[in-house]
């Protein structure tokens, strides 16, 4: 089976940067995902990490370690609507099947 | 751009009754996928269907089924319902065996009482 670990909470204050770090095992490996969501919204995707290295979306960047099992998603330049949950996810299964595996979830406050 | 549409979003059903909840994924997506969210949890996959197919299940409870029509759009039926089926339910979609980056409906939050 698949399991993530990702800190429950991290809070930053505006303009910061933060990091928040997924550690997974899995049986097979297909990639990294990250989502973001607001208290009472949908999950959102961010940014998807196959091979090892940073993917720079904005202000957003993720990255990738197969060999540590590990990836991490940074935020730059914090701002107050940044404050959601931000949880990372696994795909288990194979070809046109398969589903995400997400992590319980980093809840960010982003504080003035 | 066209989201995932969801139907209703709000739902409130006593014990033991039926709810059914309706997902129009975007357009030419092949594949759709039902979640359940808990109170501060992570969204848990209940099931998914890829050109009208079923093609993988979650945790779904035998009390529920779902399937997909020929117009792509997908029904979750959730019968005998409980008070711990009380949650938001989302459905995503996504394109061409990108599982990795779906996009998600607004929700339908689903109160038992």
């Known amino acids: 089976g698949q399991s993530l670990e990702q800190p429950s909470e991290v809070t930053a204050v505006e303009g910061a940067i933060v990091q928040i770090n997924c550690t997974y095992q899995?049986?097979?490996?297909?990639?990294l995902s990250w989502y973001q969501q607001h208290d009472g919204g949908a999950p959102t995707f961010l940014s998807y990490?196959?091979?090892?290295g940073l993917e720079e979306t904005g202000r957003f960047s993720s990255f990738l370690s197969r060999s540590d099992s590990y990836g991490y998603l940074l935020l730059q330049e914090l701002q107050m609507k940044d404050s959601a949950s931000y949880f990372c996810a696994v795909r288990d299964g194979e070809g046109q099947g398969g589903k995400l595996i997400f992590g319980q979830g980093t809840e960010l406050s982003v504080k003035p | 751009a066209a989201g995932v549409i969801q139907s209703p979003r709000h739902l409130i059903k006593e014990k033991r009754e039926t709810a059914t909840l309706k997902c129009y994924p975007i357009?030419?997506?092949?594949?759709v996928y039902w979640y359940q969210q808990g109170p501060g949890q992570d969204p848990q996959f209940l099931i998914s269907?890829?050109?009208?197919?079923?093609?993988d299940k979650g945790s779904i409870p035998d009390r529920f089924s779902a399937q997909q029509f020929s117009d792509y759009h997908s029904e979750l039926n959730m019968s005998s319902l409980e008070l711990g089926d009380s949650a938001l339910y989302f459905c995503?979609?996504?394109?061409?065996?990108?599982?990795?980056?779906?996009?998600f409906g607004p929700g339908t939050r689903l109160t038992v009482t």
């Open positions: 269907f890829y050109e009208k197919m079923q093609s």
């Open positions: 995503a979609s996504s394109l061409g065996g990108r599982i990795y980056e779906q996009y």
């Open positions: 899995t049986s097979g490996f297909y990639g």
């Open positions: 990490n196959a091979l090892d």
């Open positions: 357009p030419r997506h092949d594949t």
